[in-house]
Nanobody, 121 residues
Framework: QVLLAESGGGLVQAGGSLGLSCSASASIYSFRSMGWYRQAPGKSRELVAHIDNGGTTTYAASVKGRFTISRDKGTALYLQMNSLKPEDTAVYYC????????????????WGQGTQVTVSS
């Protein structure tokens, strides 16, 4: 399993911006997908955005045009969140799936511990 650590969450007013970062414990040579999910109180975890190894990005309809996912070629994944709304309040989780690292292949999902994002109205 690849260890993941998110950072960058916090409290922001509606209309504001936050940037999230996710750092992996090893360089990721190849992967099926890397992404961000979120879970609001009383709700199921949902996909926010993900990127595949070819660079194709996918966004949830609720964040399209406001959020941007990106990665570097090493160990980091990012989520830039603009025009935040109160309904974006949730714990945000970093995810990687089916990765190849210098230590070998790790199939399945790896998750970070999550970072809280709170948007006040």
């Amino acid at each position: 399993q690849v260890l993941l650590a998110e950072s960058g969450g916090g409290l922001v007013q509606a209309g504001g911006s936050l940037g999230l970062s996710c750092s992996a414990s090893a360089s990721i040579y190849s992967f099926r997908s890397m992404g961000w999910y979120r879970q609001a109180p009383g709700k199921s975890r949902e996909l926010v955005a993900h990127i595949d190894n070819g660079g194709t990005t996918t966004y949830a309809a609720s964040v399209k045009g406001r959020f941007t996912i990106s990665r570097d070629k090493g160990t980091a994944l990012y989520l830039q969140m603009n025009s935040l709304k109160p309904e974006d309040t949730a714990v945000y989780y970093c995810n990687v799936r089916d990765v190849i690292t210098p230590r070998g292949y790790f199939g399945g999902d790896s998750w970070g511990q999550g970072t809280q994002v709170t948007v006040s109205s």
